[in-house]
């Protein structure tokens, strides 16, 4: 694991039970403490409602495809040796939208519905990122 290249996210609080929760593998989303609207990426601030009340649920990590890209030019020289990687973002059960890398699916898998589910990469010491393969 030493040696990783990449750009790597900088938690806050309002995200760190997100990264701990990777870390431990288990998926975590906010829900509004008030409304209950489950929202996706990590934020203060609920966009129904706008209330800071906020709680964390753990997520079943399943839902399907709604598009993808395949990714042919890297962005951050990091990447460069994954290329070509397969970026989905994916509707999960719980009525959010989520972006990650792919693992093991083949290119000519992809269609829009596609079931999947989230697995974990760790990658440094400090660091759990996720990614989705086939459920
Ligand atoms: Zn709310």
Known sequence: ???YDKLVP??????????????????????????????HYPRPV???CYSMNTEWI???GRGTVHSWTIT???FHPGFKGDLPYVLVTVDLDE???MQS????????????????K????KVKDDLTLPVFVLA
């Open 1 to 3: 694991m030493d040696g």
């Open 10 to 39: 900088s938690p806050t609080p309002d995200t760190q039970p997100y990264w701990d929760g990777l870390a431990a593998g288990q998926l975590r989303l906010q829900r509004c403490g008030d409304c209950h609207t489950v929202r």
């Open 46 to 48: 609920c966009p129904s």
């Open 58 to 60: 753990d997520a079943t």
């Open 72 to 74: 042919h030019y890297a």
């Open 95 to 97: 009525g959010v939208r």
């Open 101 to 116: 890398q792919a693992r093991g699916i083949d290119t000519s898998q992809l269609r829009v519905g596609l079931p999947v």
């Open 118 to 121: 989230i697995a974990f990469e």
